[in-house]
């Protein structure tokens, strides 16, 4: 398996909701990250797992609340969204901290409105 | 600070042209850059990595360390080209952040 699972594809949120991304990879990779891609524009990057530890939180906001269960899954937990939070979100994944750390591989994304 | 440059947000060019999408990077050290590409409706995914200097796809990217560009050429276009390509620039002690250019997106003309 090469690809980076991501659910679900879209999501409609009011503010006031609390709802949940999640990202899966089976490559045995130890690097994950969600990046926030707004139309046209490059990623973002949010946050990064190495080994299952946080590794960078790029100042974002508390109401994006990043998990990582295991080295193989990776949550993203959302409450209390602006409608400005709106966007694309993606899922990646990457060996690890030794080797190759620019060859990201991605998932389809997360579709995210928030009203 | 590390930046990736991609001067020109649109590109537009006749099918069976040559392709070159610029790409200039800012890092003093020894980068690593790399080309991704997000075609519609699909993921963005990796297309070079300057170490492999590998084609893929009919593309190849040279790292002019002189110049430092490393600009993203194809001798004839075909209309599934047209995408956004995204420059992208990793370093040593880079920490898994990678500095990406503003994109550019590539439109082919049959």
């Known amino acids: 398996d090469t690809e980076v699972t991501q659910t679900p594809k879209h999501l409609v949120m009011g503010m006031t909701n609390k709802k949940s991304l999640k990202c899966e990879q089976h490559?045995?990779?130890?690097?994950m990250y969600w990046y926030k891609q707004k139309a046209k524009k490059p990623p973002e990057l949010m946050f990064v797992y190495s080994y299952e530890k946080l590794s960078i939180n790029e100042s974002v906001p508390s109401r994006f609340s990043p998990e990582c269960p295991n080295s193989s899954l990776l949550n993203l937990h959302l409450h209390a969204l602006q409608p400005e939070d709106s966007a694309l979100y993606l899922c990646?994944?990457?060996?690890?901290?030794?080797?190759?750390?620019?060859?990201?591989?991605f998932g389809e994304g997360s579709r995210l409105t928030v009203l | 600070a590390q930046r990736v440059t991609q001067p020109e947000k649109l590109l537009s060019v006749f099918k069976g042209a040559p392709v070159e999408l610029k790409c200039n990077y800012s890092?003093?050290?020894?980068?690593?850059l790399f080309w991704y590409v997000q075609y519609s409706r699909q993921r963005l995914q990796l297309l070079l990595r300057h170490i492999s200097r590998e084609s893929i796809k009919g593309f190849t990217a040279d790292l002019n360390k002189g110049e430092t560009s490393f600009h993203l050429k194809k001798p004839f276009a075909q209309e599934e080209d047209s995408a956004m390509y995204y420059c992208a620039l990793s370093f040593m002690d880079s920490n898994y952040q990678l500095i990406w250019g503003a994109g550019t997106k590539l439109i082919i003309k049959p």
């Open positions: 490559m045995g990779h130890r690097a």
């Open positions: 990646a994944s990457s060996q690890g901290r030794t080797s190759n750390t620019g060859e990201l591989f």
């Open positions: 890092y003093s050290g020894s980068p690593e």
